[in-house]
């Protein structure tokens, strides 16, 4: 069961990494690059700390110190 | 024929330790993270006004694709004074081709949703590498058709998250997509499950020590699979499949699971 939530937490977080550069791409269009392009940037280092944190530990066990 | 022989004899140049740095070591994945953004969001920004507002190529009031229609007759029109856009006759002729068949009504959706498609590839890292090798491949044939802009930049990027494919998406779904899946020449969890019914073998060939099809590093060789019991031996065996793979024999099946 931890490890269809881990997952599905992972494949959610990435999911929502896509959904937001595209809200944000196409919305924006191309007025601010900068300010465009650092909420993608946030995004995708929250998609990723998730991963490593619940996803990866639950399926390699490392928070049991295996 | 010996010249033949020594020039072509089997050799294996190994990359040095620089370039295994930068294109397989995964510290450099920050920065392949922000080159693979980069990339990425200017391709969604790009597909972004093909496929929305007022001036897209698809799904607009009329036939699809007119845009890139007038796109094209610009690139393949000949001035009477000056260079054309586009400098080699044949890449002239496909576009004229194109356009005499009305290719640009279907084209345009390959193109935006393409675009588009590159984009978030890049962006959340998954098949970083085909999305770059795809994202190269527009680059390049807006360029044959004369359209500089900010292509040559894009292209030369893609082409370095090509090369670097195996770590460019560390930072995203391919640290988790790319073990799961694995390569032709190293077969990754899911088609080692699909491979598992068919052939292993039960023996690391280079030592004998005996290997877990779940766990141990596998190669391909002759469309078999063979486990090897650590990363040393798997080394020494695809350095010289024939030689190991001789010696131990036939892979060895084992009945499927469930």
New interface residues.
């Given amino acids: 069961m931890n490890k269809v939530l881990a997952l599905v937490a992972g494949v959610t977080a990435w999911a929502a990494v896509a959904v937001v550069a595209v809200l944000i791409v196409f919305n924006m269009g191309a007025k601010n690059q900068v300010l465009m392009f650092l909420p993608i940037l946030a995004v995708v280092v929250a998609a990723w700390i998730i991963g490593e944190l619940v996803t990866e530990r639950v399926f390699t066990g490392r928070e049991k110190g295996v | 024929m010996a010249l033949l022989q020594r020039t072509f004899e089997k050799r294996e140049l190994r990359d040095p330790g620089l370039i295994r740095a930068i294109f397989s070591n995964t510290w450099l994945a920050p920065l392949w ?1 922000v080159a693979r ?2 990339l ?2 200017q391709w ?2 790009a597909g ?2 093909k496929v ?2 007022e001036g897209r190529w698809i799904a607009a009031s009329g036939p699809d694709g007119l845009a890139l229609r007038s796109y094209w007759e610009r690139a393949i029109a000949i001035p009477e004074q000056g260079r054309p856009a586009i400098s080699y006759d044949w890449y002239r002729d496909f576009l004229t081709f194109m356009v005499n068949h009305e290719w640009y009504r279907w084209f345009s959706w390959v193109i935006a949703l393409g675009e ?1 498609t590159v ?2 590839l890049l ?4 098949f970083a590498g085909l999305a770059a090798l795809a994202g190269a491949f527009l680059n390049f044939n807006f360029m044959l058709a004369g359209s500089a802009s900010i292509n040559p930049v894009l292209f030369v990027i893609a082409l370095l998250i090509l090369f670097g494919w195996k770590v460019a998406g560390w ?3 391919d ?2 997509l790319l073990p799961a899946l694995g390569t032709p020449w190293q077969p990754g969890r899911v088609f080692r499950r699909v491979l598992k019914g068919r052939v292993a073998n039960e023996a690391c060939p280079v030592c004998q020590m005996p290997v877990d099809p779940a766990r141990s590093p596998a190669s391909a060789y002759n469309g078999l699979i063979y486990f090897s019991c650590c990363p040393v031996c798997k080394e020494r065996l695809d350095e010289q499949p024939a030689r190991y793979i001789a010696g131990f024999g036939a892979a060895i099946p084992v009945p499927a699971e469930g």
């Fill in positions: 993270l953004l980069y990425g969001y969604l920004l972004s006004h929305w507002g588009v984009g978030i962006i959340v890292g998954a930072i995203g779904v640290r988790w």
